[in-house]
């Protein structure tokens, strides 16, 4: 995978997310009615999230669409259950693994463990990916 492309499709770097921003951002100010409204108003007023919950999200119907077999499992990452905790949050846990080199630990198994194992069961066991992505947006609206 040519690597620039991944740093557009995915950054982990601050400059490399501040540069994908920066151009969302001169695209709202193209809108002439806009132009002196601030980043944040311009988003609201054009119904647009910011470019980090779009991968936020993105990531997290991934995993639900893993985990729930909508894809062949011999070709969807691996992404495996926490048995062993009944503490706080859902019942789908993901078990959280620890990576030294910067290669995995911002590859898409070690960047969603978190984020997915604090949704609440009604994201997580959604019966349809459209429910999920409606229950998601409302608790994510609240956060």
């Known amino acids: 995978m040519n690597t620039w492309a991944y740093t557009v499709w995915c950054p982990y770097k601050k400059g490399d997310i501040e540069d994908i921003e920066k151009i969302q951002k001169r695209a709202t100010k193209l809108i002439i009615s806009l132009k002196k409204l601030s980043y944040k108003d311009r988003l609201i007023k054009l119904k647009l999230p910011t470019l980090k919950y779009r991968r936020l999200r993105?990531?997290?119907?991934?995993?639900f669409k893993i985990l729930h077999?909508?894809?062949d499992l011999d070709v969807a990452?691996?992404?495996v259950l926490n048995n062993t905790s009944f503490t706080r949050g859902n019942s789908l846990k993901l078990l959280n693994h620890t990576f030294r080199y910067d290669i995995r630990k911002y590859s898409f198994p070690a960047r969603i463990v978190n984020v997915w194992n604090n949704l609440p069961n009604t994201v997580v066991q959604a019966t349809s990916i459209d429910t999920s992505?409606?229950?998601?947006?409302?608790f994510w609206e609240n956060q």
Request: negative net charge; aromatic residues 12%; charged residues 30%.
């Open 58 to 63: 993105g990531d997290m119907i991934e995993v």
């Open 69 to 71: 077999n909508y894809y």
């Open 77 to 79: 990452p691996k992404l």
């Open 133 to 138: 992505n409606n229950t998601l947006d409302r």
